[in-house]
């Protein structure tokens, strides 16, 4: 369970066609990419924060890849959530706030 602030961005809360549970992933994948500019949290930790299955995290994940709101790699047998390049600034207030 997350124990601290989620962000999620104006501009995504808008998003029509995207579900709220999306967007709330969205803002996880955002908490979690503060340290390293990306997230590794598997589909069961994301899943627990933000109380849907695994599965539906997984397809939620590809809807923001697909919206252009993430970008998913595999750096040597690793998963990373590398969120939009703009929301680097988010990241910063994020950071600083902690």
Same mark, same amino acid.
Do not use: W
């Given at each position: 369970?997350?124990?601290?602030?989620?962000?999620?961005?104006?501009?995504?809360?808008?998003?029509?066609?995207?579900?709220?549970?999306?967007?709330?992933?969205?803002?996880?994948?955002?908490?979690?990419?503060?340290?390293?500019?990306?997230?590794?949290? +598997?589909?069961?930790?994301? @899943?627990?924060?933000? %109380?849907?299955?695994?599965?539906?995290?997984?397809?939620? $994940?590809?809807? =923001?890849?697909?919206?252009?709101?993430? +970008?998913?790699?595999?750096? @040597?047998?690793?998963? %990373?959530?590398?969120?939009?390049?703009?929301?680097?600034? $988010?990241?910063? =207030?994020?950071?600083?706030?902690?």
């Amino acid at each position: 369970m997350i124990t601290e602030d989620i962000y999620v961005p104006a501009r995504v809360l808008s998003i029509k066609g995207l579900s709220s549970s999306a967007k709330i992933l969205c803002g996880v994948v955002v908490s979690h990419s503060v340290n390293n500019g990306f997230c590794t949290e +598997t589909d069961q930790e994301l @899943s627990r924060h933000v %109380r849907v299955s695994a599965r539906t995290v997984r397809k939620h $994940l590809f809807e =923001l890849e697909k919206t252009g709101l993430l +970008t998913i790699k595999t750096v @040597s047998g690793e998963r %990373r959530l590398y969120p939009k390049e703009d929301m680097a600034s $988010l990241r910063q =207030l994020i950071k600083e706030r902690r």
